[in-house]
């Protein structure tokens, strides 16, 4: 063999065991961090093996095998998924797979699988994994592998990616409906302390919208432009519903940090300006969620009052103006009972509560009921067509609110400058300098034959902080939830609610999660009445009488009643559900 070759052979044997060094010590470090992440001298292998077994299991591995995997240790399991999910080379297939098993974790029926429900039981367990998810940040985890999936899909987004991103929004959702402990600070995470609606839910909706209009677009040209049109399928409408629900939810009582949202609100126009009869009368339910994200949001209330930063990035899209021109005439176009379903999609209470004490809900109240009395008044003169507004009707509308909101206005003044005076703000001369209150009425009309806008909001607050740990301190430090008085419903705009009565809370008329009674014979969700005692003094808000906190009394029996109402809901969805996933859990 002359010199030539045995350098060549040596050279192959070198890299050889070169590989093979490189291999022991990744193997070393791999039982290192294995001991120091699970605690065991097994080393990575519970991380090699989930991956293992979703693979053999056809990317289909379901929340109930890892349970029985990591041996019915929630914690482990819960922690072993986040791990695996933080690994960025992992197959596309496997990062949807970790997403579907983590909406098992907070599904009813990966629980009562033998039909059983045990109440406190299952509460426990929603309430283990709200702190697990909390401690291990479990949300923004999910995030980052469900962000890449949603943004560098084409545009036409396929059924397995629909299936992650409303997987993961419907985790949050459930976390929230079924916790009894701590759901308030986990629902202002979403917002605070998590990039979910700026990285998924933004963008999923606006690919979701995407889809419909270029639908209808392409509907409409293929006459002159024969070319495959895109199909609207089912898993859009639903995202549509799902991204809508996760943005109100997020947004309730935020503040400052909801108003950092209205920059980007620009999806509520483009939906408004989709086809009335082939898509909104047909999806009423999505008409009813987005103006449940705009009174959660506050944006028809106009830009007075807001931080300039935040104005000055708004397109003219985002403005209430615009907002309210498209709404009040896309009402008036809507069959009567398309527009009963929105609005009694808007006021029912389901899990995610909505801002019946914000400006919006008066103004979105107002502009209904009145549209519906002009629609009612069409129909009892016997139009054989569906009623819309005439001009008279409109000029009226028109007249009747910009009266009714003139005078909500100067009556929050009013609140505002009483308020001053009892706490010592105000000196004699500004007393003696209150102008009267005919002086006050709003005199700018921003929408011409629309009404007004003028609307002033409580305060402006500071724009939304930078870093995560500031905007934590101020939700839970600055941050105060306005209470209203219960308002009565327009008789004709009553809808049927599937929610029983006597689960919704006396106050604002949401499902309670844990419900108390008070010796004037009314219920109400603890947290609510016990911001109202914090608020407004010790009294009933219902009956006037005195009440104070240790009064309220835990009802047991109500609460396990609503628990099995929610967990029976959430079964019986979830059957028509498991037919159009692709994954089971």
């Given at each position: 063999?002359?010199?030539k ?11 050889a ?16 961090q294995?001991?120091?992440?699970y ?13 293992l ?14 349970i029985?995997f ?32 983590l ?8 629980y ?9 039981e ?5 309430n ?18 469900v962000a ?11 059924a397995?990616?629909?299936?992650a991103?409303q ?11 079924f ?8 629902r ?16 999923y909706?606006?690919r ?16 002159t ?20 629900d996760f ?14 949202l ?10 408004l ?11 009423p ?19 007075h ?32 009972e ?5 609005y ?19 103004i ?11 629609k009612q ?30 005078q909500?206005?100067?009556a ?45 909001r ?8 930078t ?15 306005k ?35 008070s ?16 608020q ?13 906190k240790?009064e309220?009394?835990?009802n ?8 099995s ?8 969805s979830?059957?028509q559900?498991?037919?159009?996933d692709?994954?089971?859990f």
């Amino acid at each position: 063999m002359c010199a030539k070759e045995v350098t060549a052979q040596k050279g192959i044997l070198t890299g050889a065991l070169q590989r093979m060094n490189k291999n022991w010590e990744q193997i070393l470090t791999d039982k290192e961090q294995g001991r120091d992440l699970y605690g065991t001298s097994l080393g990575r292998i519970h991380e090699y093996m989930v991956v293992l077994l979703s693979r053999v299991c056809d990317y289909k591995f379901t929340t109930l095998q890892l349970i029985e995997f990591s041996s019915e240790r929630l914690s482990f399991a819960l922690f072993l998924l986040s791990t695996v999910m933080k690994v960025v080379g992992y197959e596309r297939e496997f990062r949807m797979n970790c997403i579907t098993i983590l909406k098992g974790f907070s599904s009813p029926i990966t629980y009562f699988t033998d039909g059983a429900v045990q109440h406190q039981e299952f509460a426990d367990r929603i309430n283990s994994l709200l702190s697990q998810v909390q401690r291990l940040n479990l949300l923004q985890v999910a995030c980052d592998a469900v962000a890449p999936l949603v943004t560098s899909s084409p545009m036409f987004l396929d059924a397995t990616t629909h299936i992650a991103a409303q997987q993961f929004m419907n985790f949050a959702i459930d976390v929230y409906r079924f916790a009894t402990i701590g759901a308030t600070g986990f629902r202002q995470t979403l917002l605070v302390n998590t990039a979910i609606v700026d990285r998924v839910v933004l963008p999923y909706l606006l690919r979701c919208m995407a889809v419909v209009a270029k639908h209808f677009q392409m509907q409409t040209a293929y006459d002159t432009d024969p070319k495959p049109i895109p199909k609207m399928t089912k898993e859009v409408c639903v995202g549509m519903r799902t991204a809508l629900d996760f943005l109100a939810l997020a947004s309730f009582h935020m503040g400052s940090h909801s108003q950092a949202l209205l920059p980007q609100n620009v999806f509520t126009l483009d939906i408004l300006q989709l086809p009335v009869n082939e898509f909104l009368c047909q999806q009423p339910e999505i008409l009813s969620r987005l103006l449940h994200v705009n009174v959660n949001l506050d944006s028809l209330a106009g830009e007075h009052g807001l931080p300039p930063a935040i104005v000055s990035r708004m397109t003219p899209g985002c403005q209430a103006s615009n907002i309210m021109m498209h709404l009040a005439q896309l009402l008036a176009v809507l069959p009567m009972e398309t527009l009963v379903q929105v609005y009694a999609g808007v006021i029912e209470s389901r899990a995610i509560p909505i801002a019946k004490d914000s400006t919006s809900f008066d103004i979105l109240e107002n502009l209904i009921v009145q549209t519906t009395e002009a629609k009612q008044r069409g129909t009892d003169c016997g139009a054989d067509t569906i009623p819309v507004l005439s001009s008279t009707d409109l000029d009226k509308l028109t007249a009747d609110l910009d009266k009714q909101f003139e005078q909500l206005t100067m009556a929050k003044e009013e609140v505002q400058f009483i308020k001053q005076a009892l706490n010592g703000d105000l000196g004699s001369s500004d007393i003696q300098s209150r102008p009267s209150t005919a002086s006050q009425a709003c005199s700018t009309r921003l929408l011409g034959a629309l009404p007004s806008l003028n609307m002033t909001r409580a305060a402006a607050t500071p724009e939304r902080p930078t870093t995560a740990e500031a905007r934590s301190a101020d939700i839970f430090t600055s941050q105060t939830v306005k209470l209203s008085m219960p308002r009565s419903i327009v008789a004709p705009m009553k809808g049927p609610t599937g929610c029983p009565k006597d689960f919704k809370c006396a106050i604002n008329g949401h499902v309670m999660k844990n419900p108390v009674d008070s010796p004037t014979g009314h219920t109400f969700e603890r947290e609510t009445i016990e911001y109202w005692l914090h608020q407004n003094g010790s009294v009933c808000p219902i009956t006037g009488k005195p009440l104070t906190k240790e009064e309220l009394v835990l009802n047991t029996k109500l609460q396990h009643k609503i628990s099995s109402w929610l967990i029976k809901e959430a079964l019986s969805s979830s059957v028509q559900d498991e037919q159009d996933d692709l994954y089971a859990f």
